[in-house]
């Protein structure tokens, strides 16, 4: 498999706030504009009580990009007021991302134990149409996130990029398009096809890193740092570029172990693994 | 969804010794015989100072069927050495379940972390190939079980439906199949027509139960039993039933939960639940 050249400077270095949990959104964009960081992607909680637009303003004040806005999704549900609520839910993110000034929305698509995923991939698409004319009034883009199979019970019903291509395709629309996460997605045996597919679609919006860890004690927030676990992630890397890709590489890591140091510990081990990893 | 005409007798259901791990082979076997189950599936631990051919005469003795040896597999790895060390191990493994009268080993295929996927593939076809003519001239069979994407970096580059069909079309021979359990496969959105791929070329070999926890406390040893999860029990055994799949029904539960409890209570749990939920 081809790799991708090292990276050499940090301006494709995005950090999601969760992964300096740590951090107010204030002190996550000094850090990160004082450690050279080009990009930020806010979790809608880091919003919480504050004015998007002037957060928005902030960020890029201190010289960083807003690349996107997380999460927004969970559209399935047994009862059609909850479906309902969750549209809702999205209005408001789409909203908040513009004022943000975030061009993205990233959306983690939800699924129901026990129902169908057939029925849930339905619900997703119909809540995400039921968006569409919001987010094109503000030209907010929406991203759907594949999730790793092991989230299939109650996070996402679309776990490949086959999934979330066939979404995009039923959606058919230019701010419809896919977040691609390689700790979701590195297994996938067809993933340079399905790459190749969404890139000839023009539905790459996001790209996140971080690491399998061997053994992943929890399947939530046992994620690695680059490099420290299995993922290939100059090859991967390698396969996007080649179909196209030259956005952010936003750094995603959901990690207790990692939120037990000093965030500023980590945002140093982000800079090496970044360079030396990824 | 179609869905199976619920189970009315043990005529098919057969119980793997680790779901019962608090048991020796003895007791597991006079206890599943006395409970009124067809059959067992031996893991190899269970074997260790028995001569394998006097416990499986120990088991018909008792009414019992030797539905498989569990497990071998586990062929890729970085050095030759030891991938030939795989090769030998295997060999055993399908003398024992000869001597054991287990028509059928159940392969869990491996992967090394860091190691590309599809090398790992290579390597477990490889392997496998190398173990045909004895598996030949003992006629046992050689079934590949797909696991769980969670499980792709150290346990089995084999992760989708597709993958094992790929891998037994590679192999292409009569003796080599698939153990298609519900655990490793329920997300897969391929899995109707990969089924059917499979049913055709009359690889479904074997066919494993549980069930999917939400949430899932372990990645290893936190199944359900049937009916305790999320997943669609009788829509997917629909799907193998209609395609042909009369074989046993195979309770094979990793359960840190369970194995708390004493395994005649497990036991009659089982015994409900398949005929609730399976």
């Known amino acids: ?32 504009a ?16 504050r004015n998007p637009s002037e ?9 960083l990009e807003v690349t996107s806005l997380c999460r927004g999704g969970f559209y399935p549900a047994l009862e059609e007021k909850s479906r309902k609520e969750a549209i809702e839910d999205n209005k408001r993110a789409i909203e908040d991302a513009a004022a943000l000034g975030a061009p993205l929305v990233v959306l983690v698509c939800g699924a129901v134990p026990g129902q169908s995923l057939t029925e849930s991939r339905k619900q997703i698409t119909d809540g995400i149409a039921a968006t569409l004319p919001l987010a094109e009034s503000l030209a907010v883009k929406l991203a759907i996130e594949p ?18 291509n066939d979404a995009c395709d039923a959606l058919n629309h230019p701010l419809v398009g896919i977040a691609f996460d390689v700790y979701h997605l590195w297994w996938d045996p067809d993933l340079e096809e399905q790459t190749k597919r969404a890139a000839q679609a023009e539905r790459i919006f996001a790209y996140h890193v971080c690491d399998w860890m061997t053994p992943t004690g929890d399947l939530l927030n046992d994620r690695g740092l680059m490099g420290e676990g299995c993922i290939d992630l100059r090859g991967i890397r390698a396969i996007v570029e080649e179909n196209g890709f030259r956005g952010m590489i936003e750094v995603e890591v959901f990690s207790d172990r990692w939120w037990d140091r000093p965030p500023g510990e980590l945002l140093e081990a982000i800079k090496e693994a970044y360079l030396q990893h990824t």
Chains 1, 2 share one sequence.
Request: aromatic content about 8%; proline content about 3%; some cysteine.
């Open 1 to 32: 498999m081809t790799k991708a050249a090292p990276l050499s400077d940090f301006s494709r270095l995005c950090i999601h706030t969760i992964t300096t949990k740590g951090w107010e959104l204030e002190e996550a964009v000094d850090r990160y």
């Open 34 to 49: 004082e450690a050279g960081v080009s990009g930020v992607t806010v979790w809608r909680q880091w919003l919480e009580g």
């Open 55 to 63: 957060s928005g303003d902030r960020i890029r004040a201190a010289g």
């Open 147 to 164: 999730l790793h199979p092991m989230y299939a019970d109650d996070r996402s019903a679309i776990n490949t990029l086959a999934s979330a």
